[in-house]
């Protein structure tokens, strides 16, 4: 954990965002709307029977990119997430973290597949805003530069004036892993269960934790 530039995913190396506010009921949402617009058939079975609004807006983005239609459910998934950040539960250890390794000279940034309006919502709810601004990088109507692209990353050491080998990302997903792979940078997997950490060991990932404390533990002791 020697890294003085580390990235982090957002929704679950920082929190939980829909800890609160029902991701299901919001990809519901979602689809009805596109139902009441005539366009139920834009959507898989598989799509439909798991109900995401990541997967929803790529699946829309994939059959009409670049569209109207990608704007306007791109607007409407941000506006879930912001709905979503007042009750966002922060990941354990994740605020301390953040502030040990700012207050050490790291330089932090956010490289996430969400709102950026929604990240910078909950880090000033949460005081975190001056560990990271202005290097926040989230979703943009240019679906295709997300996650696992590694579009966000390579802004973010570009901002950062940092090699790749020089820096780390923390993430949960496959898609942050495959995108820090293709950046150069070094991965430290979060896994707050067995089935992210299987998702993450089958993308790839060697070095994965279940909880932030560890990591906090190695910065205090420098």
């Known amino acids: 954990m020697r890294s003085r530039f580390v990235l982090f995913g957002f929704d679950g190396p920082i929190c939980r965002l829909f800890a609160g506010h029902s991701a299901e009921w919001a990809a519901n949402s979602m689809m009805e709307w596109l139902e009441g617009r005539g366009l139920h058939g834009l959507l898989t079975e598989a799509e439909r029977n798991a109900p995401d609004l990541q997967v929803i807006l790529h699946a829309v983005d994939r059959r009409h990119p670049s569209s109207d239609l990608v704007s306007e459910l791109e607007e409407r998934v941000t506006r879930e997430e912001m709905r979503a950040v007042s009750s966002a539960m922060p990941t354990g250890y994740a605020d301390p973290l953040i502030r040990t390794w700012t207050a050490l000279g790291g330089r932090l940034a956010i490289a996430t ?14 005081g975190l805003m001056e560990c990271f601004a202005p290097r926040i990088y989230g979703r943009t109507q240019a679906l295709e530069s997300l996650k696992p692209n590694p579009h966000n990353l390579n802004r973010a050491l570009s901002a950062m004036g940092a090699a790749p080998s020089a820096a780390l990302m923390i ?21 707050r269960n067995e ?3 299987k ?7 060697e070095l994965i934790v279940e909880s932030l404390e560890p990591v906090l533990r190695v910065l205090r002791s420098r």
Not at 171 to 191: E, H, K, N, W, Y
């Open 171 to 191: 993430g949960d997903t496959p898609s942050d892993f495959i995108a820090a792979s293709r950046a150069g940078v070094s991965f430290l997997g979060f896994a």
């Open 113 to 126: 597949n969400h709102s950026s309006r929604a990240v910078q919502e909950y880090l000033s709810s949460r």
């Open 195 to 197: 089935r992210t950490a």
């Open 199 to 205: 998702h993450l060991r089958e993308a790839g990932a």
